[in-house]
């Protein structure tokens, strides 16, 4: 039996296998059906249709095929695969959006939806955010994750928030015995980075009163007056480099995202060269997505392509599906186009000339 043979018969199996009476369904070249009936289901964040949809809009075909028929998700299936949403986008009240999973990122009734909103997003990237290059793209539509806490003194600065800032903090503390105290403590790296951070908490009956590390002076708690003895944290001579910060005080640095966080910039970077594969470009250069007048350019077929294969991983949008959703696209901007200049044709000349 030829390859193709098996493959074909594999895909119309697992057709037959999604759930009874919905493999006429499947095959219907009218999608708007199976958008219709779509739901998106908040228990096991998926959109009920998301296999058929996989069916005829994913590639590798026996990945995808062996997913429908024998349920095999792990280790193919990400959550936006789920969510009939091939690039990852985000809650914008797009056409076709059901719902989002906690982090935002949409439920398409179809993946057609899905593709209709990448290709309007990218437009708006590049024309409107005047994003060109592949990197500055990526470094807004995937942006990095670690922007909470990019330094010991982000991170003593939660701490501070989260001790001495809630209900249940001062609850526990006004029940712990007199003289008892409350530390958080991040120890140095290697090379003596970034000091020891110590958060002190004496604990009075009623009301306890907080230290804040120096690192983090003026978020918190104001800094004590000078005269005032500081029995809490001995003052010495900054011999060690694992002396803490309160101890020797000094400005934080200012840490860029670059540098705190080496492993997201990678990623940027790493994403950006997949979308210029192939290309002749760099991951800097222009990726000549849209002409002025919003137009699609060649272009613009590969890098959707590179970017949801990079989204999902081993499966990826197949050609057709982001080829037809460009050419809606340009349909829809030669649309536009048209009722303008037939708008404009409908005003008196006095009126233009003003």
């Avoid at 928030?161 to 403590?185: E, N």
């Avoid at 997201?264 to 000549?288: I, W």
């Avoid at 970017?307 to 982001?322: H, K, Q, Y």
Wanted: aromatic share 6%.
């Amino acid at each position: 039996m030829m390859p193709q043979t098996i493959l074909a018969l594999a895909l119309a199996l697992a057709l037959r296998a999604l759930a009874p009476g919905e493999a006429d369904e499947a095959a219907s070249p009218v999608k708007d059906v199976q958008a219709s009936q779509a739901r998106y289901e908040p228990a096991t964040r998926e959109v009920t249709n998301w296999r058929r949809q996989a069916m005829g809009s994913l590639e590798p075909k026996p990945v995808v095929a062996m997913v429908a028929f024998f349920r095999a998700e792990r280790p193919f299936v990400t959550r936006c695969v789920k969510l009939n949403n091939y690039w990852c986008i985000k809650s914008a009240r797009w056409n076709g959006e059901l719902a989002t999973d906690g982090e935002g990122h949409v439920g398409f009734a179809s993946a057609d939806h899905g593709a209709d909103a990448a290709a309007t997003l990218l437009r708006r990237y590049y024309l409107e955010f005047n994003r060109k290059s592949a990197l500055d793209i990526v470094r807004r539509w995937a942006p990095a994750e670690c922007n909470v806490a990019t330094s010991l003194g982000d991170i003593a600065l939660l701490a501070v928030r989260g001790i001495g800032g809630t209900v249940r903090a001062q609850y526990l503390a006004s029940r712990r015995k007199k003289g008892g105290a409350v530390r958080y403590t991040a120890k140095a790296g290697p090379g003596g980075k970034q000091g020891r951070v110590s958060i002190v908490i004496p604990m009075a009956p009623r009301t306890p009163q907080y230290r804040v590390p120096s690192i983090a002076e003026g978020m918190g708690e104001k800094p004590k007056p000078s005269s005032q003895p500081t029995a809490l944290v001995r003052r010495e001579p900054a011999k060690e480099p694992t002396t803490t910060t309160s101890a020797a005080p000094r400005p934080a640095p200012k840490v860029q995202v670059a540098s705190a966080c080496p492993s997201e910039e990678q990623r940027h970077r790493n994403y950006a060269t997949r979308m210029v594969e192939g290309l002749g470009l760099g991951p800097s250069d222009d990726l000549k997505l849209f002409a002025p007048d919003g137009t699609p350019q060649p272009n613009l077929t590969h890098v959707m392509l590179a970017m949801s294969s990079f989204e999902l991983g081993t499966l990826r949008a197949s050609p057709d599906l982001v080829e037809e959703a460009i050419e809606r696209a340009a349909a829809r901007l030669k649309e536009g186009a048209e009722e303008k200049k037939a708008h404009l044709s409908q005003v008196p000349p006095q009126h233009l000339e003003r």
